[in-house]
C-alpha cells in the first residue's frame, strides 16, 4: 500500500493536490500542533474539508500533544486510521479503544529513537503500526535505515500470530529506499516527496507500489 503525504502537496491547492493521487491507498495527512514537533500544519477543520472531498481512505498521523483528548475527533469526522505517537499518549489502549469505537482504525507511532519492546503488548489494541524513519516533524529527510529492525521485530511477531498489526513507514521513503524496506516486511509505505516531487504524483505512486512489489 502506498500513502502520499499531503505534508509535500501545495496548502493552497488541497483538492487538486488530493485528486492528483488517485489511485492511492491512503491519504496520509500530518497533523502536528508545534509542542510535540516543531512545526505546525493542519487540524481537525481542515481534516474535515479534506474528508468531504476524497474517496480515497484518509490516514490521519497526530503529532501532538494531548492526543488523549483530539484523537477520537479525527475518527468521528470519518477518517480511515488515526495513529497517535506513543511518546505522547498519556493511556494509549484507551486512545485506541474510542478510535475503534467512532469506527476507525487505531495506529500507534514510534519515533526512530523510541524502542518497541516496551510497547508490544500494547500494540493487542492497535491496527496499524506506524515506524517512523525520519525524526518527525518536517518532510524531505533523509531515510534511517535502523528502524527497520524494529519493523523485522514486529513482523516476526505477525507471523508468530502474536500481534495483528499492520506495519507502516514514514520517512524519506522514494525509489532509493522503498525495496529495503518492503523486504523488511513494510505493508503501507507513506511518501511525501517522493510523490508531490514528482512531474505526475499518481505515477510516482504507481512507481512506488511497483518498486515495493519486486
Ligand atoms: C514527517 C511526516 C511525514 C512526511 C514524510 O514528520 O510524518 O509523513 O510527510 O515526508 P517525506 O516522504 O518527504 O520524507
Ligand atoms: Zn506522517
Known sequence: MIA??????????????????RGADWLHVDVMDGHF?????????????????????????????DPDRWAVGYAEAGAHNVTVHVEAAGDPSKIAKDIRAAGARAGLSIKPGTPLEPYVELLAHFDTLLVMSVE?????????????DKVRAAKRLVAAGELSVLVEIDGGINAETIERAAQAGV???????????????????????AMADT
Open 136 to 148: 518527525p516533524g518536517f518532510g524531505g529527510q533523509e531515510f534511517i535505515p535502523d528502524v527497520l
Open 4 to 21: 502520499p503525504s499531503i505534508l509535500a502537496a501545495d496548502f493552497a491547492r488541497l483538492a487538486e493536490e488530493t485528486a492528483a493521487v
Open 37 to 65: 514537533v516543531p512545526n505546525l500544519t493542519i487540524g481537525l477543520p481542515v481534516v474535515q474539508a479534506l474528508l468531504s472531498n476524497t474517496d480515497i481512505p484518509v490516514d490521519c498521523h497526530l503529532m501532538i500533544e
Open 187 to 209: 505493508d503501507c509505505f507513506v511518501a511525501g516527496s517522493a510523490v508531490y516531487g514528482a512531474d505526475d504524483p499518481a505515477e510516482a505512486v504507481r512507481q512506488l507500489r
